[in-house]
C-alpha cells in the first residue's frame, strides 16, 4: 500500500505513518479535497494484472465513473435523489458479503439520525440479524455434562463401577483404578492432617510416572489445589513457583532435590506410600465445591516473573467431560501421555482419559523423548488417543515419514492445540493411522485449557497455512470485539474474547493483571459477561467459524509452550553489564519458531556470551533461552523512537557465532551430519566444532529434532552426554563406524 501511495500522490501533500503491529496506514491530509484527490488518483492510476486494487471498498458520490474495477465494491450516492446504489464485481465479493456492507451502512444513517452528536467511532453498524447470530446463536452451547461434582469425584466413580480396570502404564507395570485410588487416599489423608483444604495450594515436584497421577488425585482428594513443578526446569524458576503460590507442602520422590526448605513446611513422598498399615482407606470427604481451585499452573510472564492461573473444577471437569463426550472416548481408550505436568494439556491425559475409564500410558524417561518409542507404545499398547501440541505430533510424523516400519496405528483420534495446526498435517497423519479424527483446539490456559474445536475433513478446502479455530465448546462462548470493545461484523478483524464455565479464578495473588485481562462486558440485551480478552486478532467467517491471525502484543508459542518475549527480556536485563535488552522471534520454513536476543551494554568490552547464557539457563527453562544472543553498540529505532523488531528480526541469525567457539576443525560424515542438523533446529548459520547444543538454545524439542535428522538410532540421552558437535560426532562414529546410516 505505501508503494501505491508514493506511485499515484504528490508526496509532499500528506503525511504517511505506517503502524508497527498492523498492516494499517493512516493518511494525514491537509484538507477534504486532498483526501478526493487521493482516493481518486489511487483508484483511477493504471495497474498490472496481478496488482491489487489499493482500496478493495469505497464511497463515492460520481455515479458516472467507470466501475470496471477488479476486486473493487462501491457504494454510489447521489444526494439529490438520496438514492444509494451499491456495486461490486462478482469475482472479489458475493451476495452474502455485499449484502452485509448495505445493511451495515443503512444501520449507519440510522444511528447517525438517531444520535447527531455522537462520535462516528462509537456507532454501531451491526444489524440487529447479525447481533443475534453472532452473539447468541454462535454462542448457544448450554449443554448440561456431568452432575455438580468435582474432578477426583468423577475418578471416584469410575473407580468405584471398575475397580480392577487399567488406569495406568508404565513400563511393566499396571496400575488398576483401585490400586491408584487406594493409594491417592493414603496420600490425601496426610494432607488433610497437614491442614491441606478447600484452596490450599501443594506443589507436585515429580516426573511423569503413575505416581503423578497419585499425587494429583491426593491433591484434589484433600480438597486443595496442585501446583506442577516440572523438575526440569531451572531451581531459581521453581523457587518463584513455590513462593507466588504460597506452597507449604510438598510432595515429591526419590532422587529430587528438596527445593525451599525454608518456605516449605513438609515434603511427602509417594514412594513411602504403603509404609503404614493403619492408614485410612476411604475416600475422604471434605467442605471442597466445584468452584474451589483444582491447579495452578503458570504460563510465561510479560512482568519477567511466571505467571500463575488458578484453575477451578467446574471450569475443568467441564472442558474433559465435552471432549470425551463429543469424540465418544470411553473405557476401552488408551492416551499417551507425552506432555510436560506444566503444560495444561497434561489434564486430559491424567485426569480426562481417567474419568471416561480409559487407560493413561505413561513413557519412562529415556522413551519419553524419541518418536521410535512413541510408535511402539502406541501400537503395543493399543493408543487410540493422541494428544498433544502441534510440534510433537511434526516429530512424530517426521520420524514416521524416514521409518521403514510399515505398520499402521490404531489411533482412532487426535486432539491437538496450543500452536497453529499446518492445513498439512491431518493428511499426513491419516497416512499412518487411516481411522483417525483430527480436532484443533483453540483456546487458553486462563478458560481451562480449550475453549473452540474445529475438527478436518478430507472435503476442506481451507485456503490458510493453518487449521481455523472453529467454533466454542459446550459451555463456552467466544466474542470478537474492537478496541472499544464493540463487536466487529463477519470477516472484519478484532480481539477474541472468551466467556463461559471454563474462565479462570484469577491470577493468583496478581490482582492488577486480573482485572486487565478479566473484564466485565454487556452489550444490549445480552447478560453482563466475564470475558476474558486473549490479546489473539481474530475474525468470524460466515458460517460462524473462527480464524487466528496472529498477536497484538509480543508473546509467541516456542514448542508449542506460551512465551512473552518480556520475561526473557527482563531476565537478560538483570545481568549487570546489560544497557537494554530486546528478545525477538524468528519463523523457520518449517513454521518452528526461535528466539533471539540482542544486548546493548553498559560499557563496551564488558559483556561475556557464556556468562548472559549461563545466567538464562539458571533462571529459564531451556524452551525460553534465545538460540543466539549477540552484543550490539546499539538497535535499531522506528520513527516513534521505540526499538523496531521488525528489523531486528529481518537480521536474525546471522553469520556471526552466537557464542565463542574454538576453531578446531575436524572432518568425517558424522561432523557434517550432526552440524547440519543442529544448524537448521537451532536456526543458526554458524557452529564450531566445540559449539554446544544447548547454549544454542537447544532443548528436549529441539534434541528430538535433530535426532530424527541426524539418525533414528539415536537416543535422547546422546545429546545430553555428549552435547557438543564434536564430542557426538565422535561418539556416533566409534558406535556406529563411520559412515551414517542412510
Known amino acids: ?150 474432578l477426583h469425584q468423577a475418578f ?31 496420600l490425601a489423608h496426610r494432607l488433610i492432617e497437614l491442614r491441606v483444604g478447600p484452596d490450599v495450594r501443594v506443589g507436585i515436584h515429580l516426573e511423569k510416572t503413575p505416581g503423578l497421577l497419585v499425587a494429583i488425585l491426593a491433591v484434589l482428594k484433600a480438597g486443595g489445589a496442585y501446583v506442577p513443578l516440572d523438575p526440569a526446569y531451572p531451581r531459581d524458576r521453581l523457587e518463584r513457583m513455590v513462593l507466588g503460590t504460597g506452597c507449604e507442602v510438598m510432595i515429591t520422590g526419590r532422587g529430587l532435590d528438596r527445593i525451599l526448605p525454608s518456605q516449605v513446611r513438609h515434603y511427602l513422598s509417594v514412594d513411602d506410600l504403603g509404609s503404614r498399615p493403619d492408614a485410612p482407606a476411604g475416600n475422604p470427604v471434605t467442605a471442597v465445591s ?50 510436560s505436568p506444566s503444560f495444561d494439556m497434561s489434564a486430559y491425559e491424567f485426569l480426562g482419559i481417567t474419568i471416561a475409564g480409559g487407560t493413561v500410558v505413561i513413557p519412562d524417561a529415556e522413551a519419553g523423548y524419541h518418536p521410535a518409542s512413541w510408535w511402539e507404545l502406541a501400537d503395543r499398547h493399543h493408543v487410540t488417543i493422541w494428544n498433544s501440541a502441534p510440534p510433537l505430533i511434526e516429530l512424530f510424523l517426521d520420524f514416521a515419514e524416514v521409518s521403514a516400519d510399515s505398520r499402521l496405528l490404531p489411533l482412532k483420534l487426535c486432539m491437538t492445540g496450543g500452536d497453529w495446526v499446518p492445513t498439512t498435517m491431518p493428511a499426513r497423519f491419516r497416512k499412518v493411522a487411516p481411522d483417525l479424527r483430527f480436532v484443533a483446539l483453540g483456546g487458553a490456559t486462563e478458560a481451562s485449557v480449550h475453549s473452540t474445536a474445529y475438527e478436518w475433513d478430507t472435503s476442506d478446502e481451507w485456503s490458510g497455512g493453518h487449521l481455523p479455530y472453529g467454533r466454542p465448546l459446550a ?92 520475561e526473557i527480556e527482563s531476565t537478560l536485563a538483570a545481568h549487570p553489564g546489560v544497557k537494554r535488552a530486546v528478545v525477538v522471534s524468528r519463523e523457520a520454513p518449517d513454521s518452528h519458531v526461535t528466539l533471539v536476543g540482542y544486548v546493548t551494554a553498559e560499557r563496551a568490552g564488558t559483556l561475556d556470551h557464556a556468562a548472559l547464557f549461563d545466567m538464562l539457563h539458571e533462571r529459564l527453562p531451556k524452551h525460553m533461552v534465545p538460540s543466539s544472543i549477540e552484543i550490539v553498540q546499539s538497535l535499531p529505532l522506528s520513527k516513534n523512537g521505540k526499538v523496531d ?98
Open 290 to 339: 466445584p468452584d474451589n481451585l483444582c491447579y495452578v499452573i503458570h504460563t510465561s510472564g510479560s512482568t519477567g516473573t511466571p505467571k500463575p492461573i488458578a484453575l477451578r473444577h467446574r471450569g475443568v471437569l467441564n472442558n474433559l467431560a465435552d471432549l470425551n463426550a463429543r469424540y465418544g472416548v470411553g473405557p476401552k481408550d488408551t492416551v499417551l501421555a507425552l506432555s
Open 645 to 742: 523488531r521488525r528489523a531486528l528480526s529481518a537480521r536474525a541469525g546471522g553469520d556471526a557465532p552466537s557464542v565463542p567457539g574454538g576453531k578446531r576443525e575436524r572432518a568425517g560424515n558424522w561432523q557434517r551430519v550432526v552440524t547440519d542438523a543442529w544448524r537448521d533446529v537451532l536456526s543458526v548459520d554458524h557452529l564450531d566444532g566445540d559449539a554446544n547444543f544447548f547454549d544454542h538454545g537447544g532443548d528436549s524439542m529441539k534434541a528430538i529434532r535433530s535426532m530424527v535428522r541426524i539418525d533414528r538410532r539415536l537416543r535422547i540421552s546422546d545429546i545430553y552426554e555428549h552435547p557438543t558437535v564434536d564430542a557426538l560426532s565422535d561418539h556416533l562414529a566409534e558406535r556406529y563406524g563411520e559412515q551414517p546410516d542412510a
Open 475 to 566: 459451555n463456552q462462548r467466544t466474542f470478537i470485539l474492537d478496541e472499544r470493545m464493540m463487536p466487529v461484523p463477519v470477516g472484519v478483524v478484532g480481539e477474541l474474547y472468551l466467556a463461559g464455565v471454563g474462565l479462570a479464578r484469577d491470577y493468583l495473588n496478581r490482582p492488577r493483571e486480573t482485572s486487565e485481562r478479566f473484564v466485565r462486558w454487556a452489550w444490549g440485551d445480552l447478560a453482563p459477561e466475564r470475558l476474558y480478552r486473549t490479546g489473539d486478532m481474530a475474525r468470524f467467517w460466515p458460517d460462524g467459524i473462527i480464524e487466528i491471525l496472529g498477536r497484538k502484543d509480543f508473546q509467541v508459542k516456542v514448542n508449542g509452550i506460551r512465551v512473552e518475549l518480556g
Open 156 to 186: 471416584e466413580s469410575r473407580a468405584m463401577k471398575a475397580p480392577d480396570a487399567v488406569a495406568a502404564v508404565f513400563g511393566a507395570e499396571s496400575w488398576s483404578y483401585d490400586d491408584v485410588n487406594r493409594r491417592a487416599n493414603e
Open 1 to 150: 500500500m505505501a508503494a501505491l501511495i508514493h506511485r499515484y500522490t504528490a508526496l509532499e501533500r500528506i503525511s504517511i505513518d505506517v503502524l508497527d503491529s498492523q498492516e494499517t496506514i493512516h493518511l494525514n491530509v491537509t484538507d477534504q479535497s486532498t483526501a478526493i484527490d487521493l482516493v481518486e488518483g489511487m483508484r483511477r492510476a493504471p495497474r498490472s494484472d496481478h496488482e491489487p486494487a489499493p482500496f478493495a471498498v469505497s464511497f463515492s458520490g460520481d455515479s458516472s465513473r467507470d466501475t470496471d474495477v477488479a476486486h473493487e465494491l462501491v457504494l454510489y450516492a447521489d444526494l439529490a435523489s438520496s438514492r444509494v446504489t451499491l456495486s461490486f464485481d462478482a469475482a472479489g465479493f458475493d451476495d452474502a458479503y455485499a449484502d452485509r456492507v448495505a445493511g451495515h451502512y443503512k444501520v449507519l444513517l440510522d444511528q447517525m439520525v438517531r444520535t447527531p452528536d455522537a462520535p462516528a467511532a462509537r456507532l454501531n453498524i451491526l444489524t440487529a440479524h447479525e447481533t443475534d447470530t453472532m452473539l447468541r446463536t454462535w454462542n448457544d452451547t448450554e449443554t448440561r455434562l456431568t452432575e455438580d461434582i468435582c
